[in-house]
């Protein structure tokens, strides 16, 4: 990893410049750019054969200034100290943006979870929780899914907790199964957010739906709701991708037949369909459409790929998808980029609905969830709006803008301990 590609270094360096144009003095902000606490651990697990692996996990908490630590767990061989560091910052300034009563965490564990069989999987996941057990709580630091994390997972993670603590404590995690205290919507928050988004983009751009199209690369929980969602608006999605390459049709694809296709246990690059043409990522990404939706792991894109983006609008599905410089160069082509900040705040809205129906013991319904979250979303995506265009500077930092001066404002009031 490089300085220019290193996720926490461009985190530090646009706070820096949102500092600046906050005209902040250095010591106003400068604690936001290191974790209140991390921890490293060793996960030891006995694989089916008898043989025990080592994997190596972290938790990152950011910042507790707004309330208990929040963030997702992600299972990937790319997982890394710095962007754990990155990730649990962003989380800190995507409560803050939404004024969630949260603060930012991260947790991931590197590994390929797709090597690993479902009883290996329950072992790591039950040891993680064990080793970042001294750290998390109801009240301290809430985990939640991620990428290759789900509710299975946090189910998993809910047990061992309350095994280790002697009754049940549904409130340590959110995104876990509804009979465990789970939340209707949870799921598909964070591809419903995607698309609530985008309609509103639509409408203040005046872009027809017929006269729209999408390609979305990543077709995990995100992408795949966001495709579904889009295709229901009416959005031609002429392209879709996995890890496994993807699949375009200028005449725009039968997302429920794709979704069908990949629900079955199938990869997208198997999928058959007339007229469709079989593509890379790379050439995804080069997709002439109105709408790119990377919802994928961090990085896709960057310095290589981020000239060929033909897109008018990028929607940055997943956490952390478009490198620094990646971003200058889309910025320049006057690409409107609506950065993670604001595009993947549907996932931890609706962690926050599970939070509050676990503190009173009760239950709401799927529609009132749902429109809760389409509120609160574009009140975050409005104020970004407004401030960015206020302030003449990207939706990103517009985003920084806002959140940088709710915590900051935040310590003011808080003060130094002791
Ligand atoms: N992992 C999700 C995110 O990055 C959700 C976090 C949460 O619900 O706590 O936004």
Redesign the pocket.
């Known amino acids: 990893m490089t300085q220019a590609n290193n996720p926490y270094v461009s985190f530090t360096q646009t706070v820096d410049q949102a500092a600046k144009l906050l005209g902040y003095e250095r010591s106003a902000y400068e604690f936001i750019k290191y974790p209140e606490r991390e921890l490293s651990v060793s996960i030891p697990v006995e694989m089916d054969d008898g043989t025990v692996t080592i994997f190596e996990g972290f938790r990152v908490q950011h910042s507790s200034l707004l309330g208990p630590y929040?963030?997702?767990?992600?299972y990937h061989q790319s997982v890394n100290h710095d962007e754990m560091k990155a990730?649990a910052a962003?989380?800190t300034f995507?409560c803050a943006l939404a004024n969630l009563p949260?603060g930012g965490a991260?947790g991931g564990v590197i590994v390929d979870p797709s090597t690993l069989s479902k009883n290996e999987l329950k072992r790591l996941t039950r040891r993680y929780t064990a080793m970042i057990l001294p750290i998390i709580g109801p009240d301290e630091d809430?985990?939640?899914?991620?990428?290759n994390t789900n509710e299975e997972i946090m189910g998993w993670i809910m047990d061992t907790y309350s095994m280790m603590r002697g009754h049940a404590v549904p409130g340590i995690v959110?995104?876990k199964p509804l009979l465990l205290g789970g939340s209707l919507g949870r799921t598909e928050a964070?591809g419903r957010g995607v698309s609530y988004i985008l309609r509103e983009t639509r409408k203040r751009l005046k872009i027809l739906e017929e006269d729209c199209t999408a390609a979305i690369l990543g077709f995990g929980k995100v992408g795949k709701e966001a495709a579904r969602r889009l295709f229901e608006d009416g959005v031609r999605v002429v392209a879709v991708s996995d890890t496994s390459g993807g699949v375009r049709s200028a005449r725009g694809l039968n997302i429920q037949a794709v979704v069908a296709h990949v629900e079955s246990g199938h990869k997208i690059a198997e999928y058959q369909e007339n007229g469709v043409e079989h593509i890379t990522n790379e050439e995804l990404i080069a997709t002439e459409c109105t709408i790119l939706a990377p919802c994928a792991v961090s990085d896709v894109i960057n310095a290589q790929n981020a000239a060929s983006v033909q897109a008018q609008i990028v929607i940055e599905g997943g956490?952390a998808q478009i490198t620094a410089e990646a971003d200058e160069v889309l910025n320049k082509k006057e690409c409107l980029v609506i950065p993670d900040l604001v595009a993947?705040?549907g996932?931890?809205i609706?962690?926050?609905f599970e939070r509050v129906q676990n503190v009173q013991s009760l239950m709401w319904d799927e529609f009132e969830i749902n429109r809760m979250l389409k509120n609160v979303i574009l009140k975050a995506y409005d104020e970004v709006w407004e401030v960015s265009r206020k302030n003449a500077v990207p939706m990103r930092m517009g985003a920084y803008l806002i959140a940088l001066e709710r915590v900051c404002t935040a310590k003011r009031i808080r003060g130094i301990f002791p």
């Open positions: 929040k963030g997702g767990v992600r990730l962003l989380m995507k949260f991260k809430i985990p939640a899914p991620d990428v959110t995104g964070t956490n993947t705040l996932g931890i609706v962690s926050y």
